[in-house]
């Protein structure tokens, strides 16, 4: 038979069971009594409502730095260039609406989830009258899935967000501060090609002028219908006093490479011209347009690649501030010799 004392004891061990399956079945129910999707971001935000973005992380809080401008949004963390308004928007309607299943609330835990201070990457925006309109924390991704966990600021609630928010700013793994070359505008040259008549090279190898030659004249009269429909279909030839027939096959992705230009980064504008060899361009680029414009584009040294900064060549539109830098694959399609545009 049992002592007392042996009665007492299991008595009491029974008790402190009891207690710690009820504070278990009463932290469950805190935890999953919560709805299983909570909406954080409510509404959603244009960019024309916007005063201000502002994109960091830890150390570095305004490491992208968005603002629109007369002539449209500019990056202006980055020489104030422009900014692209297709990543601006589809940014903003990511975050429309967001919402989350909730993950925890235990602030020692926020650094599992890449939400601690000074890891969390942070999306603020602001309107016009200046006031914080919305504000996220973003961290890691979830193992084998997709989604990001987020917090509000000030809170230690973490939700898993589909949809994968860090994409939108460029960051496909884990999380880093923002950079402001996702963001950029790297439109360098954009002229409608079929108003081109002529297209103009120097380099090492001297000058050569390549002028399309159309089947039939322009009609008199500015009928804008019929001067299209007359510049649609050329052919190309030598410029100089003996045109030679060019293969419009291999002319046309010449006009092609100069029409469109998309670099794969910029610099600093202020920087003297001698910085990037545009100082004496080693090459340029002429297309010469139907109202008597001419676009130049002037070539300079060559950008080692550093960092997570791209390789390639600086390159300026005369008359522009902006200094890009092309690929090596850009210029090899634009700066072709005549031996090598001939027909077969």
Excluded: C
Excluded at 195 to 204: E, F, N, T, W
Excluded at 224 to 251: H, Y
Excluded at 254 to 269: E, G, Q, T
């Amino acid at each position: 038979m049992m002592s007392r004392k042996t009665l007492l004891m299991l008595a009491a061990l029974v008790v402190v069971l009891g207690g710690i399956s009820v504070m278990q079945s009463l932290g469950h129910k805190r935890a999953t009594s919560r709805e299983a999707t909570v909406a954080l971001l409510a509404g959603e935000h244009k960019a024309d409502e916007l005063s201000r973005i502002v994109l960091g992380r830890g150390a570095e809080p305004q490491a992208v730095v968005l603002e629109p401008g007369p002539d449209g949004w500019r990056v202006t963390s980055n020489f104030n260039a422009r900014a692209s308004r297709e990543r601006i928007d589809a940014l903003l309607k990511s975050l429309a609406g967001l919402a989350g299943e909730f993950r925890s609330d235990r602030r020692e835990v926020l650094a599992d989830y890449g939400l601690a201070a000074d890891a969390a990457v942070t999306i603020r925006a602001f309107g016009k009258d200046g006031k914080e309109v919305l504000a996220l924390e973003v961290g890691n991704r979830p193992e084998g899935a997709g989604g990001n966990f987020v917090k509000l600021p000030g809170k230690d609630d973490v939700y898993l967000a589909q949809g994968g928010v860090l994409s939108q700013l460029g960051i496909y793994g884990a999380p880093e501060t923002p950079r402001p070359r996702y963001f950029l505008d790297l439109q360098a040259v954009q002229e409608d090609r079929a108003a081109v008549d002529a297209i103009r090279l120097r380099d090492k190898d001297g000058a050569r002028e390549f002028v399309k030659a159309f089947a039939a004249p322009a009609p008199a009269g500015g009928d804008s219908a019929a001067t299209a429909s007359a510049r649609a279909t050329w052919e190309w030839k030598t410029g100089g006093g003996k045109p030679q027939n060019l293969a419009k096959t291999k002319v046309d992705p010449v006009l092609n490479a100069l029409a469109s230009v998309h670099a794969n980064d910029l610099d600093d504008p202020a920087a003297p011209a001698a910085a990037y060899g545009l100082d004496k361009p080693s090459r340029e680029a002429t297309l010469v347009m139907a109202d008597g414009r001419q676009v130049v584009l002037e070539f300079g040294a060559d950008r080692p690649a550093a960092g997570d900064k791209p390789g390639g060549t600086w390159m300026r539109v005369r008359g522009r501030p902006e200094v890009w830098v092309v690929t090596e694959f850009m210029l090899k399609n634009a700066f072709k010799q005549v031996s090598e545009l001939k027909p077969d």
